[in-house]
């Protein structure tokens, strides 16, 4: 069964920074493109970054591009979000997914139950 | 970037009934050398994560209920509930995965009537 497994959320004030981590179980982590999703409190979905099977791929949203960085440990199987800079727009639920394949560019078939990330003062 | 577009932005329709949720793209999702939609349909009920539904537009996911259907190509695509169930009610949103950034549509809830 797969299980993807969110953790590191919390509080933190406007500037500051917090690290996700999600741990991945039930299926080949290393054989799946991964990606990091948030929904705003009442909102709808954005995407926020995805990475390939390796590593080698990533992308992101504008609105983290710089701030945000993606990465994995397939030994681990742990996808993690580095995320600085952090702003009060950045509060929200955010969902780790596993990819259909080895490509960025395929649908997210498992997400996470979420982790909240609430910037404020 | 690709801006999803849906409607309506809710629905509410009797039990038994259809359910229809239309979603267009500002460009094309058709990915011309494998003739595949990188479309995706996602339910998502209160307090749950979303759950896939649709891929590639029209292919159901494993375990989806046959009554959920995809279709459409190119820029405009089409979810079908062909006979509305109680626990069918959620907020359903379409994805882009065919060029980054990658985009959701605004969503649209779905409740009895």
């Known amino acids: 069964e797969v299980q993807l497994l969110e953790s590191g959320g919390g509080l933190v004030q406007p500037g500051g920074s917090l690290r996700l981590s999600c741990a991945a179980s039930g299926f080949t982590f290393s054989g799946y493109a991964m990606s990091w999703v948030r929904q705003a409190p009442g909102k709808g979905l954005e995407w926020v970054s995805v990475i390939s099977y390796s590593g080698g791929e990533t992308y992101y949203a504008d609105s983290v591009k710089g701030r945000f960085t993606i990465s994995r440990d397939n030994s681990k199987s742990t996808l993690y979000l580095q995320m600085n800079s952090l702003r009060a727009e950045d509060t929200a639920v955010y969902f780790c997914?596993?990819?259909?394949?080895?490509?960025?560019?395929?649908?997210?078939?498992?997400w996470g139950q979420g982790t909240l990330v609430t910037v404020s003062s | 970037d690709i801006v999803m577009t849906q409607s309506p932005d809710s629905l509410a329709v009797s039990l038994g009934e259809r359910a229809t949720i239309n979603c267009k793209s500002s460009?094309?999702?058709?990915?011309?050398?494998?003739?595949?939609?990188?479309l995706g349909w996602y339910q998502q009920k209160p307090g749950q994560p979303p759950k896939l539904l649709i891929y590639?537009?029209?292919t159901r996911e494993s375990g989806v209920p046959d009554r959920f259907s995809g279709s459409g190509s190119g820029t405009d695509f089409t979810l079908t509930i062909s006979s509305l169930q109680a626990e069918d009610v959620a907020v359903y949103y379409c994805?882009?995965?065919?060029?980054?950034?990658?985009?959701f549509g605004p969503g649209t809830k779905v409740d009895i009537k």
């Open positions: 994805h882009q995965h065919y060029s980054i950034p990658f985009t």
């Open positions: 997914t596993k990819g259909g394949g080895t490509s960025c560019y395929s649908s997210m078939g498992y």
């Open positions: 590639w537009a029209s």
């Open positions: 460009q094309s999702v058709l990915y011309s050398s494998n003739n595949k939609n990188y």
